[in-house]
């Protein structure tokens, strides 16, 4: 079922890697402050001042400030949150709303709930919706939307968000409705009891074996930081990681795989795919090949499952392939069968 969100004007990585605002503080009306640096802050870093100084504010927001040149002292701006203050300076805040600050609102979406009660939702999201809010997209996320499905998920971090798919890729989420919910979610989701499937498209012919385990550690590209990689654990930081991949069909275009998570690493899937040289379509930032069908990265989230963290209920939801993906499958002369 589609369901469109409302605003009541009456009423008020896996999370690893990612950035979340945690709660849902309006931002203030523009105020301009003065803090006077006392002896016991002498020698204390700008950002502590800041903190200590203005305490009902997070220090998130203190520091959306001071990058955003909201700081000053003797009308100079300054932003290195570093800087060493002094006993006897005089420095100017203005409390203002920020990008950040306001992100965290209600709006009117159309999310597609397949499921819900008392306690989740599972959202089927479409290929192109941001799940929260970040740099270049502080509004229109799912996140946005769900506060505006659910104003009592202003209560809830993340607005009881517990695991995210990248922007462009389509398919199932659990989302928590209480905080009992979500708490059981996130220890669910960390001992690995909530089963995840996906189909992918390679952008060649497969190569080998037809069921493949990838077991390779991932964390940031030392070379690219905007990429994530397969590290060597012994040099570089990272996570264990495991994905299994299954070739349900392939031709001289390219295969349609099916990929089990056994952890939820940053572009896993995407990562395991381009170390066995077959990156997936439409993945350009993984060296995957472009095609006018798939304007995207091929990649959907087709099953979930787990038990109800409250009932212990067995909980298996399955999600249609998106139209980009049927339409890419018959011109490819690719099958599918979900059973399989």
């Not at 928590?176 to 995840?196: F, G, H, N, P, Y």
């Not at 499958?329 to 099958?335: C, D, G, I, M, V």
Request: proline share 5%; glycine share 8%.
């Amino acid at each position: 079922m589609i369901i469109s969100s409302s605003i009541d004007l009456g009423e008020s990585e896996d999370l690893q890697e990612d950035s979340f605002l945690e709660s849902g503080l309006s931002a203030p009306l523009d105020e301009v402050r003065e803090l006077k640096v006392g002896p016991e802050l002498h020698g204390e870093r700008l950002d502590k001042m800041l903190a200590t100084s203005v305490t009902e504010f997070s220090r998130s927001y203190l520091q959306q400030l001071l990058e955003d040149g909201a700081v000053t002292r003797l009308g100079q701006i300054y932003t290195k949150a570093s800087l060493k203050v002094k006993a006897g300076e005089i420095w100017t805040i203005e409390l203002r709303a920020t990008p950040q600050s306001q992100a965290f609102k209600p709006e009117l979406l159309d999310i597609n709930v397949i499921f819900e009660d008392a306690y989740l939702r599972i959202i089927d999201k479409p290929a192109g919706l941001v799940v929260h809010p970040a740099p270049g997209n502080w509004s229109g996320t799912l996140m946005n939307g769900l506060l505006g499905l659910d104003h009592a998920l202003m209560d809830l971090p993340r607005a009881g968000i517990v695991h995210r798919l990248d922007k462009d890729t389509s398919g199932l989420m659990v989302v928590a409705r209480t905080r009992q919910a979500m708490d059981a979610l996130v220890k669910k989701i960390a001992s690995r009891e909530v089963k995840r499937q996906y189909l992918t498209i390679s952008d060649k012919a497969w190569v080998g074996p037809k069921q493949k385990s990838i077991d390779l550690p991932i964390g940031r590209d030392p070379s690219n930081r905007l990429r994530m990689a397969a590290v060597d654990l012994s040099k570089n930081s990272g996570k264990l990681a495991l994905t299994h991949f299954r070739v349900l069909d392939q031709n001289q275009h390219g295969a349609l795989v099916r990929c089990i998570l056994e952890t939820g690493r940053t572009h896993q899937i995407r990562v395991h795919m381009a170390s066995l040289k077959m990156p997936m379509l439409g993945d350009h930032l993984y060296g995957g090949t472009s095609n006018p069908l798939m304007p995207r990265q091929a990649l959907h989230a087709e099953k979930l499952g787990f038990e109800h963290p409250i009932t212990g209920q067995p909980m298996n939801f399955q999600s249609e392939l998106p139209s980009d993906f049927q339409n890419l499958l018959q011109a490819w002369s690719l099958s599918y069968n979900e059973t399989t």
